[in-house]
């Protein structure tokens, strides 16, 4: 259900995003809602194995998460969120999580 639910936020977040232009800007608002939950905004909660994303290489974030949603990289987590974000979401979160300070 926890999962159902991280998938309807993406999904509705991807909506609600679909006027801004490519920015960091629109992928912070979609960070702080949706990947921090797992991921933190700036490293993972110190409990569980989550990757941290801040600082990563922007291309490196753009090609994992296109193939989480397209499925060619397994995780049941992920291609759950990755099924509900665009391209133009997958650059804006690539954007902004690799310019933050890890
Ligand atoms: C419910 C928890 C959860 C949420 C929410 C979540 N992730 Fe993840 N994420 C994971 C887990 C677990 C993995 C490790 C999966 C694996 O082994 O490939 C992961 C892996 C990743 C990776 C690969 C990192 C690496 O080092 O290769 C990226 C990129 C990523 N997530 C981005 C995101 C983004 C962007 C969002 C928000 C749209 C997000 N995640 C939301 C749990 C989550």
New binding site residues.
């Given amino acids: 259900m926890?999962?159902f639910a991280?998938t309807s936020a993406?999904i509705l977040l991807s909506m609600s995003t679909g006027s801004f232009a490519a920015s960091a800007f629109a992928g912070k608002a979609?960070?702080a809602a949706?990947?921090?939950?797992?991921?933190g905004i700036k490293s993972p909660n110190a409990e569980?194995?989550?990757?941290?994303?801040a600082g990563?290489d922007e291309l490196?974030?753009e090609s994992?998460?296109k193939q989480?949603r397209n499925k060619t990289?397994?995780?049941d987590?992920?291609n759950n969120?990755?099924a509900?974000?665009s391209d133009r979401?997958?650059n804006n979160?690539?954007e902004y999580?690799s310019r933050l300070k890890p």
């Fill in positions: 926890k999962l991280y993406a979609k960070a949706v990947c921090s939950q797992c991921h569980v194995p989550f990757p941290p994303l990563r490196y974030l994992a998460l989480y990289r397994r995780s987590v992920m969120i990755a509900g974000l979401d997958i979160i690539a999580y």
